[in-house]
């Protein structure tokens, strides 16, 4: 399980009334804790513990654009985490990015088709003696909805 205590500004260059026209960023510091339990044994061996927390700096957006009368959207929503220090001499963290790209065609008020990209992306590796282990997690999926 992974709980993030973070605050920070933001701020929204602009805004409709609406809701369809945006773009919001913030900016949060704070730390990313871990918990496991009894099932992952080989983490409490590299952790020394059930729990490891990360201080961490985020930058999230939010950017909504409609095109052509507002029928078609552009959008995209995520964010960036770097990790300031580390929990454990072995499993070091970098960055992780989290986020989505893509297209809303608005059918009517209530209803909308979707075509978007998401990627996630752990950037981390393990180190044993002077040997590094990549552990990058890198998922890009394509959505309909």
Do not use: C
């Not at 709980?3 to 026209?21: I, N, Q, V």
């Not at 913030?26 to 918990?35: D, E, H, P, R, T």
């Not at 008020?109 to 002077?130: I, N, P, Y």
Request: charged share 25%.
């Amino acid at each position: 399980m992974q709980l993030d205590y973070l605050t920070g500004p933001g701020y929204r260059f602009w805004y409709d009334d609406k809701g369809k026209e945006r773009l919001e960023l913030i900016a949060q510091g704070g730390v990313s804790n871990l918990n496991w339990n009894d099932e992952a044994p080989v983490l409490v061996m590299f952790y020394e513990g059930y729990q490891a927390d990360y201080p961490v700096a985020r930058l999230q957006w939010d950017y909504r654009q409609p095109l052509f009368d507002g029928k078609l959207e552009l959008f995209s929503e995520g964010s960036y985490q770097k990790y300031l220090d580390q929990a454990s001499s072995y499993i070091y963290i970098n960055q992780s990015i989290d986020g989505s790209v893509g297209l809303r065609y608005y059918l009517n008020d209530h209803l909308r088709l979707g075509f978007f990209q998401e990627l996630e992306w752990d950037d981390a590796w393990l180190r044993v003696s002077s040997d590094k282990y990549p552990l990058n997690e890198k998922e890009w999926r394509q959505k309909i909805s």
